[in-house]
């Protein structure tokens, strides 16, 4: 048998000799006051516990918990566990275009959407987000565990959205450093676009880092008007809408470096192909075997019988002599 925190008996071990000290040389109050004959008139009768004693087991009841807390395992060696899965990075255009309503309620709330299921699609598989737009951030770690990915997506709001140019380059460059250990490397970007000029860049980048890129391309090619925070269009200087349409350069990119470009539409189809590519292509390079080190817990033994001891020592507190 061993403990798998130790260092529990290294630091209470003190507190609990200098706790045991105190109580056991500390002569009760009442001792000082009263005469030791009218003690024992205004003392317990003799139904109860010496005082000792329960001493004795509130000190063992504390001692239990400490062990408890210590963690005591019994070690059954190594076992390989077959991991299913791969690893991939999602990222989520915040840029401001994605305000634009030419896909219900907005092109942003679709692509979360279109994200929730591709989650669902890829059950053991671990997936990072990251946000983009201006500067990249990473919006949840890699991870398998679907359901907080979607709390973390479901919390971009339209607070989030930066009116800024999105800087593609600056993406390429916070991607290849998260996936720089992973095995295959492989990003699935959700974004209405953009033009040749802002992914020239970002297209090089991947390609030096031998990352696959899939995208799924939301909004329309007839386009929608730029709105601000305010949900009022943007004007240009000639007093013109701003309209922002759906551009497909980036599915180019996708091919170049061997991935897969979808629109996302209403339903599942497009992600469920999606994801049914993703699976095919890297089948065989799935996260394989992984080595960890199997135990039988033991805590509970020690904590249920401190718990029945400290019970057993508050329930023989005395009770009053009538007079």
């Known amino acids: 048998m061993s403990f798998v925190n130790p260092q529990f008996f290294w630091v209470m071990i003190v507190p609990f000799v200098i706790l045991t000290f105190l109580i056991t040389t500390n002569k009760q109050r009442l001792s000082r006051v009263f005469d030791e004959k009218v003690l024992k008139r205004l003392s317990a009768t003799d139904e109860s516990m010496p005082m000792m004693v329960r001493n004795v087991l509130i000190f063992f009841s504390i001692f239990l918990m400490i062990v408890a807390m210590a963690r005591p395992v019994m070690e ?7 991991v299913e899965g791969i690893t991939l990075l999602t990222a989520l255009d915040i840029s401001g275009s994605m305000r634009s309503n030419d896909v219900y309620p907005n092109r942003l709330e679709f692509a979360k959407k279109k994200m929730n299921t591709l989650f669902d699609a890829m059950p053991s598989d ?3 987000v990251v946000a983009f737009a201006h500067s990249p951030f990473v919006l949840a770690p890699f991870t398998s565990d679907k359901e907080t990915l979607k ?8 607070s989030y959205i930066n009116m800024g140019s999105t800087d593609f380059s600056a993406l390429g460059e916070q991607v290849s450093a998260l996936l720089e250990e992973k095995k295959p490397k492989i990003l699935v970007l959700f974004t209405d676009g953009g033009d040749k000029e802002a992914i020239e860049g970002f297209e090089d980048i991947l390609k030096e880092s031998n990352i696959d890129l899939y995208v799924v391309l939301v909004g329309t090619q007839k386009g929608a008007p730029v709105l601000d925070e305010n949900g009022n269009p943007f004007k240009d200087k000639k007093g013109n809408i701003a309209i922002t349409q759906r551009n497909d350069t980036l ?6 470096t061997g991935g897969i470009s979808v629109v996302a539409s209403t339903g599942k189809k497009d992600i469920s192909k999606l994801a049914t590519v993703i699976k095919n292509r890297y089948k065989n390079q799935e996260q394989g075997e ?5 135990r039988v817990e033991y805590f509970y033994y020690p904590l249920g019988l401190s718990l029945l001891v400290l019970l057993i020592a508050f329930s023989s507190l005395p009770k009053r002599r009538e007079v």
């Open 290 to 294: 992984v080595t960890i080190k199997e």
């Open 126 to 128: 671990e997936i990072g």
């Open 251 to 256: 599915a180019d990119v996708a091919k170049s």
């Open 76 to 82: 059954k060696g190594d076992k390989k566990v077959e």
């Open 151 to 158: 709390m973390m997506v479901e919390g971009v709001d339209d």
